[in-house]
Structures are given as C-alpha cells and as structure tokens.
C-alpha cells in the first residue's frame, strides 16, 4: 500500500470514527473539506488532533497556517510533505 493511500485511509477512518456529521458518501482524494464532506474549520481541527493522536501524523503549525486545504488530496499532500512517518491502520 502507498503511502498517499495508507494516508487517505487514516484520514477517512478519522473521519468514520470522529466526525459523525460529515458527509462520508461525498468521500474521495477530490472531495471538498467543506463543500462536498461537510466539514468546518472546527472539525478539520478535529480531523488534525485525531490523526496525530491516532496515526501519529503530524502537520507543523507553520505548514497548516501557510497551506490551503481545499480537498482532501491537499490535506493528503501536506501530511506526506512534512515527512510523516508510514501510517498504521
């Protein structure tokens, strides 16, 4: 398994676990944080705590306030990018 997919995978199990009002049939590397998941700037927080808690993926605080994440391929993107750590499911 990739990386970007073992990534994703944490993501969405986060997401499965964590955020219950998030749209999870919208769920896809293309799917919009906001407008297609349903998930607001609380609940990425959220997404964030858990996935380092969790997966133990960290996004630095300078990386998250200098990136936009508009999908999840971006948040993606940004967990790989700072050098995190194979991810365990």
């Known amino acids: 398994m990739s990386s970007a997919t073992a990534t994703r995978d944490a993501i ?3 997401i499965r676990s964590h955020l219950p009002n998030a749209r999870l049939s919208a769920f896809s590397a293309t799917a919009r944080l906001n407008a297609d998941l349903a998930i607001d700037s609380i609940m990425l927080l959220q997404l964030i705590v858990h996935l380092e808690l969790e997966h133990g993926l960290r996004i630095p605080e300078e990386a998250l306030l200098s990136h936009q994440l508009e ?9 790989v990018a ?3 750590p ?3 499911l």
Do not use: F, M, Q, Y
């Not at 999908?71 to 967990?79: F, G, K, R, S, W």
């Open 12 to 14: 969405e199990a986060v």
């Open 71 to 79: 999908t999840i391929e971006d948040l993606e993107a940004l967990l």
């Open 82 to 84: 700072t050098g995190n």
């Open 86 to 88: 194979e991810v365990s």
